[in-house]
């Protein structure tokens, strides 16, 4: 079934002690386009996140949001730096001495209150286990946002389904009427030329011989079958899994391609009012097309 290209879709999980939300949104656009909005200390995992993204969408303008609150991970890691406390050591000893012989005992209390003699860094994170939590989290939004994007799918094959049994209507409405036409002018063009030549015969094979040639011009049988052929493929492609919005766009330009040729063809008034519907079902039919994936 096809879907939509415009969804929602949200997850929060907490993983390694880390709490992820992730948020996906899109909207209509001809290819995809994917940007991603996360915190800058996690930016190493966007390629995996954008590569997760692809494998989901084929196409629409997406918006993938990425907060994480790690303080809980977070742990403390605290160096000391042996050599810069023992220079201050040995310079608290040479200041003892000048004060004199009075015994002179240095702490690590007293070493501990100097800059840099202690560094307190946070640990270094495993980078792979972080990116693979955040498409995790990622995976269960995409999962939410096409279920969302399905249900709308269904409303649009409905609506598209509908424009197509109207189209067919349409067109054997034209199939009907077209070669009444040629009769209808075969009959004007008897009275016009008894009306011309009065009492004078008429030559029957010149009138035939018009109205085969008005018949060829006016015919529209090619374009009745291409149109029945192109609804055909449009109702199979509704039922498809695969993404068929750029091909149904496509179909949709030939199958208002038809329907102007009708138009200029056939110089009927039943038939223009027929070719009108029919190309009113067709825009509304595109409108629709335009946000299918």
Known sequence: MIKSMTGYGRARETLHKRDITVEVRSVNNRYLDCAVKMPRMYTFAEDAVKQRVQKAVSRGKVDVFITVDASAADVAKVTVNRELAAQYAAALHELAEVCGPTAYHVTP????????????????????????????????????????????????????????????????????????????????????????????????????????????????????????????????????????????????????????????????VSIAQVVVGLKAEVEKMREQVQNVE
Do not use: W
Not at 142 to 167: P, Q, T, W
Not at 237 to 264: C, H, W, Y
């Open 109 to 268: 209390d007293q070493l501990a209150r100097f800059q840099d003699v202690l560094t307190v860094t946070k640990a270094d994170e495993d980078l792979e286990t972080v990116s693979e939590d955040l498409c995790a989290v990622l995976d269960e939004a995409l999962a939410s946002y096409n279920a969302m994007r399905a249900v709308e799918g269904e409303k649009l094959a409905e609506d598209i389904g509908n424009r197509l049994r109207s189209i067919e209507t349409y067109t054997g409405q034209v199939e009907e009427r077209s070669p009444e036409t040629v009769a209808e002018y075969r009959q004007k063009l008897t009275a016009r030329m008894q009306e011309v030549l009065q009492s004078a015969s008429i030559d029957p094979q010149r009138i035939l011989t018009e109205a085969a040639i008005y018949a060829d011009k006016v015919a529209v049988d090619e374009e009745t079958v291409r149109l029945r052929s192109h609804v055909a493929q449009l109702r199979a492609m509704l039922d498809s899994d695969e993404p068929m919005g750029r091909k149904m766009d496509f179909l949709i330009q030939e199958v208002n391609r038809e329907a102007n040729t009708i138009g200029s063809k056939c110089n009927d």
